[in-house]
């Protein structure tokens, strides 16, 4: 066997390998979700939750596919989102040049009409990518320079193409252009013609790519484009059709995401979504170097992101969305490191010399940002999940075990100690880690209920026992407004107190807020000091039920 052909069939063993891990790592990530989410939408709302996940795969892996093009033939597309844009908005603007009256009363446009429109689209998705190879191989810009002049240009053409349309048809400018027929968001709201059209495109790619004689070419050209050109392969006219294939498929997906929202809004469509499909193609195993990846990894890597946006969507629920970006950049990150961890040698040390250290501090300040920001979510719903008492470790204490846990796992991946000895030596740390922070965390009540009392006793109060709980007795005692600031976030750790006494102290309205933090407190005793009518009205209005004596 020759040593080309063996190592394609390296490669080929590679790229399996790869996309038969991302289908386990797929199913993780489902099982995962299904667990932690408290409301466990995957088991009760199976068909739903698929068919929400279908939907928004397949109009992620429509134009991932292009990228994936682009990147197997050694180049970059950042305009995938723009054009995304721009074509939704050519798609709607020809519409209502066609059916002015019709779109202007909320009315269906007519099949032809839309037709005329998505055949438009993508001529326009045509045009896009032929100036983008025109910019690459005649005027020698690179890949990045080219699709970046249009990522920035081709969103403020939109939205000056909106205004001026709209000005014309309707007589007032406005930056969007509402889509009221029913046959064309069909487009987007059954699940099957995304799905559908998603598998056809993902079938023609995956032809083109693996059984035709110009996909082996785009393979030889992303693998070397100067040993291309010397073979007499056209290289240029390969530029040419993978940059076509990229706009022209994510002019089919700005179809279908004006369809969805029924509205082109140039401003907000497909803004960032370059970045997921980059992202889809190199989880889906292709590589940014050119000449490595496959149309089934990058099926697979599509669904890979938007499970993983959907689960942590269904854990986090409230903000998710703040953390998408963050989440799309992490998976990036690993999924390119693992790739390249597979290629290089076995000694790659990925932590030597001082930039290894600085690397261990930057990732360990991460993970515990990561813990501190949405630690506490995932952290309750695995207690909830394991049936275990309540979660009572605060953002700070999560935020210091990620942090310190991922500061010594990175100094003991730097050591030279032999592999077989630091695996054990990770097991062990990892396993007094979450022992550690089981016994701190079921001891955690406890530690801050002493706290509390010593709090109380420090400021010359005393605790007693009543018939609904514990009262927390300050009375003529010199408690002052600061005193009783510093020790209300240890009272709020008394889960039984009901009451509390503050006759005769120097208390006054500055200080009485501090215990708007008691929730569970019934009686507020204030009598004898320079506490007003309206700030104890203030006060019950944040705890409720409150009886206060004045």
Known sequence: MSKSSANSSQRSSLIHRHESVLFGAILVVLLLTTLLDTQHNYYHNTWTSAVDITRQTSMLGIFALGAAIVIIAGGIDLSSGSVIAFSGTTCATIMLLLAPE??????????????????????????IGSLHAWLITTVGLPPFVATLATLVGLRSFSRAIVENITEAVIGAPTTQIQIFDSSFRYLATSVWIPAALFIGLAALCWLLLSRTVTGRHLYALGGNEQAARLSGIQTDRLKWLAYCLSAILSSIAGIIYIAEESVADPQTLGRGYELNAIAAAVVGGCSLQGGIGTIPGTLLGALFLRSVIDGVAKVIKTGADVYE???????????????????????????????????????????????????????GSLMSLLRLSDAHLEATHLAALAGFGTLALLMLARSRTSSRWRARLTVVLAVCLVVGASVYNAALPGLRYQAAIDAISTAGGTMEKVHDGT???????????????????????????VELRL??????????????????????????TSVTAARIRQLKRTVPNLDVTR
């Open 102 to 127: 019709e779109m202007i009363g909320a009315q269906p446009v007519g099949l032809g009409v839309i037709m005329i429109a998505i055949t438009g689209t993508l001529f326009v998705g045509f045009l």
């Open 325 to 379: 970006g963050l989440i799309v950049g992490c998976v990036v990150v690993f999924a390119v490191a693992f790739s390249q961890t597979r290629t290089q040698s076995r000694g790659m040390r990925f932590f030597a010399g001082p930039l290894g250290l600085v690397t261990i501090l930057n990732l360990s300040i991460l993970a515990a940002a990561l813990a501190a920001l949405i630690g506490p979510t995932f952290l």
């Open 471 to 497: 009262a927390a007795d300050f009375t003529a005692t010199s408690l002052d407004d600061a005193t009783l600031k510093k020790i209300a976030g240890r009272l709020e750790h008394l889960t039984d107190l």
């Open 503 to 528: 006759a005769s102290t120097r208390v006054t309205d500055e200080g009485l807020l501090a215990v708007k933090v008691l929730r569970t407190l019934r009686r507020l005793d204030v009598s004898n």
